[in-house]
């Protein structure tokens, strides 16, 4: 139900359907407040502890009380100019509540390793629809209605071309992860997934995106070095640099993606460098200045949006801090970076295939980190959340299940000799 729920869900916003039923209120969101109602009901029958991931849950919690309180003192107090309370009102539940309950439909929906495999796949088939469909539509087999940039990168299924990149680099290792523990035709199947999404990146041109999956690169290469075979990986990434060759040299985004990488990245003015960038974080920050007190305090719940600024934050830290000043940016990083250590802790004790995607999730979460340093995210927000429940049910089973810590110490520093997958242990004792 989860899985098909999901691929439902991204479906939709790829097909462009409408399903608002009224203001704040979509098909999208009565889904999930349905599943939600039915999960709160089993568990209240079933006495289902509501302990896991239990650090994540308070995050959110003290974010949205901070974020309505800052919200009613913005609104009722304050009384910003052009700071409506009824439209904030409903981005707040559809920004942050909304995604809290996503997450916590996924967290408490998942019960088995094996589910949480299984709805993490549908997750990665949705991915790899959404990048497909938008591939056809811009080389013109369908139409859509995605409106590529001015500048000629592609915006696709989740918003514009930073957001949409984004979104790809989440859902990337996964499917390397799902190609690698596959067999025969699936292994195929996903493979091609794999480049279709690769291709859907390229075809944004998005820095920030490659910024973050060099981040998670360079991240997993450390954090899982004692599971790596290097003369594999050599052989997948030469490999897919082959082909990323090959698509460059005989489309026209090889000049787009070398123009914006090498020729305005290292432009010597900052402002040209970060296609404006440091400008727009330099105001946000002058204006926090102006009253050091919003430097704790923050403004208020989605106040940027009622000041004069030309242009959105491109930064989710910033913007974490400019509107809910240190709480919303602890809270936020805690989110992020708290998901982050809990799936890397669950990988280097669970088996595969459970072990794979938890890497998996752990590389697409770090890479979805730096890439929000340059992006604003609203769309992609939902299927992290969703992704992030999932992996955080199947952290929560593997580190809780009886394994003795004698056994789990050896088992993080002697690593599997071979696995079912093919991945060899560097320096395994045999």
């Not at 408490?108 to 959404?130: C, H, N, P, S, Y």
């Not at 010597?268 to 440091?278: H, K, L, P, Y």
């Not at 913007?319 to 709480?327: D, K, Q, S, Y």
């Amino acid at each position: 139900m989860l899985g098909i729920t999901s691929f439902f869900l991204l479906a939709t916003q790829t097909l462009r359907w409408d399903l608002t039923l009224t203001t704040g209120l979509s098909a999208k969101n009565f889904l999930i407040y349905v599943l939600a109602t039915f999960l709160a009901l089993r568990m209240i029958i079933a006495r289902t502890s509501i302990m896991a991931a239990g650090r994540l849950q308070a995050a959110f919690l003290v974010q949205i009380g901070y974020a309505i309180f800052t919200f009613l003192i913005a609104a009722l107090v304050i009384k910003y100019q052009n700071y409506e309370l009824i439209d904030n009102a409903i981005k707040l539940k559809g920004g942050l509540v909304d995604y809290f309950i996503f997450f916590l439909v996924f967290l408490f929906g998942v019960r088995t390793l094996e589910d949480g495999v299984t709805v993490t796949k549908w997750l990665l088939a949705g991915a790899i629809f959404a990048n497909l469909a938008t591939i056809m539509d811009t080389v013109g087999l369908v139409n859509l209605g995605y409106a590529e940039r001015i500048d000629g990168r592609t915006q696709g299924a989740l918003g514009e071309a930073n957001q949409y990149a984004a979104y790809i680099v989440l859902f990337l290792p996964g499917l390397v992860a799902a190609a690698v523990g596959s067999r025969g035709l699936m292994r195929l199947g996903w493979l091609v997934g794999t480049l279709i999404s690769c291709a859907a990146l390229v075809m944004t041109a998005s820095r920030g995106a490659f910024v973050g999956l060099v981040i998670a690169c360079v991240a997993g290469a450390y954090i899982y070095r004692q599971y790596v075979s290097y003369s594999r990986v050599a052989g997948w990434v030469l490999g897919s640099l082959f082909v990323l060759v090959v698509f460059l040299s005989f489309s026209k985004y090889g000049g787009l993606l070398t123009e914006r990488v090498i020729g305005q990245t290292s432009s010597i003015d900052a402002v040209d460098a970060s296609s404006g960038r440091t400008e727009i974080w330099a105001g946000l920050l002058g204006t926090m200045f102006t009253n050091p007190i919003t430097l704790l305090t923050g403004y208020g719940w989605n106040v940027y949006w009622s000041m004069p600024f030309h242009f959105s934050p491109h930064n989710h830290y910033l913007a974490l801090w400019f509107n809910l000043g240190l709480i919303g940016l602890f809270t936020g990083c805690t989110l992020l970076f708290g998901s982050i250590a809990t799936a890397r802790r669950a990988s280097l004790l669970a088996r595969p295939p459970a072990r794979g995607q938890l890497i998996a999730f752990t590389l697409g979460a770090i890479a979805i980190s730096g890439a929000v340093f340059f992006v604003d995210l609203y769309e992609p927000w939902y299927y992290f959340w969703m992704y992030a429940g999932t992996a955080m049910r199947m952290s929560y089973l593997v580190m809780h299940a009886e394994v003795s810590e004698p056994a789990a110490r050896a088992q993080r520093l002697r690593g599997p000799a071979r696995d079912p997958y093919g991945w060899t242990a560097a320096g395994a004792r045999q």
